[in-house]
């Protein structure tokens, strides 16, 4: 499905494609900084099942895709917990794909 964005301050020629995931269940690498202990970062897999991948394009070029993720446990099942994952398409490939 596309949709066309209307809201104040985003360019009228935005679109999204919502995206159907082909294989839901993976793992993200997270990096986070640790609240009131300057200097320390937590590195971990979590584990996550993909809800739906955001396609962003300006004038029919992929520039980023949005993925809303339900974190689970080792064993798959799904935590109270959710992440949303920003990545940058550089070269306009239009490819989500780990390197």
Do not use: H
Request: proline content about 7%; aromatic content about 6%; overall charge positive.
């Amino acid at each position: 499905m596309s949709v066309k964005v209307k809201q104040d301050g985003i360019p009228d020629d935005i679109t999204i494609d919502i995206l159907d995931p082909s294989k839901p269940e993976g793992e993200v690498l997270l990096v986070r900084c640790m609240p009131r202990q300057p200097g320390r970062l937590e590195i971990r897999n979590q584990p996550l099942r993909v809800r739906e991948i955001w396609s962003l394009k300006r004038r029919d070029r992929t520039f980023g895709f949005k993925i809303n993720a339900a974190l689970t446990g080792r064993n798959g099942v799904v935590l109270a917990a959710a992440e949303v994952l920003l990545f940058y398409d550089p070269d306009g490939s239009g490819q989500l794909t780990v390197q």
